[in-house]
């Protein structure tokens, strides 16, 4: 005869220090109590920053909630890194906004997994007869980079930005739009517009808090060979909760007029838009005072 299979028996024991009343693995009303204030001190913090920071626990593990959330934050960013750009339809947007018809180039990439495996391949041309030598002052190249993503929800509004900022000093060669793109392609397609400064508006890595940021890589006297140390970069830029389009565009304006000014670009060149911003603020408030006093 076989033994007859029986379930153990799970026994709650209380230990001698718990107060009577309380079952192992509850939280008391003090431990409660703390648990919310630290709770709320994490949510002041919380408001100031998008990382993922306090987010408390259950038992030795992230809350479900929380879970969940990275989970669905991965797959953005993952989304973001690969889905391709719609070029007809982004191409369509930026030629209605009248800055010049758009021509669209491609790097040696050829689809978007060479294109992440290969950064060379994005650093390079695959054709560039369709650009014409217009001679501008300011070409601007709008690349998908590592978020095609970024560059649909924010490209035209940051282009309108730094159109109406710039228009008024400088002449504008219409933009190029360049997909499988790394930032030194921008280079080439400089050199092919005869451009003396490039403003190349790329799609940034995707992070778990932020999958739509764009950044912007001025170049002066664009060339290809140019290294990194040779641009200024604006980044963090996807309104609401970063940089906005039109702090971004004055930022590079200013760059702008320095490296004219320096005739470079790079380390040498500093942003001073806030320090200007400062300056102009305390005038402001020492005039008032002025005022006042009179």
Known sequence: MKPIATKPVLRIVRSNTEPRGHVVGESTPDERAEAAVAQEFWRDLRRNTQA??????????????????????????????????????????????????????????????EYLRRPDLGRLPADLSGIDNHGADIGFVLADGLSPRALTDHGAGLLGALADELADRYTLAPPVIATQARVALGDHIAAAMGVRTVLVIIGERPGLSVADSLGIYLTHAPRPGRADAERNCISNIHPPDGLTYLDAARVVAGLVAGARRLGRSGVDLKDTSRADSLGADTSTIAAALENKDH
């Open 52 to 113: 993922r920071i306090g987010l408390g626990r259950t038992g030795d593990a992230l809350p479900t909630t929380e879970v969940l959330a990275l989970r669905a934050a991965h797959a953005a960013a993952r989304d973001a890194v690969h889905v391709p750009l719609d070029v007809e339809i982004f191409t369509e947007q930026i030629a209605s906004m009248g800055l010049g018809e758009p021509v669209t180039v491609t790097s040696k990439a050829a689809d978007r997994s």
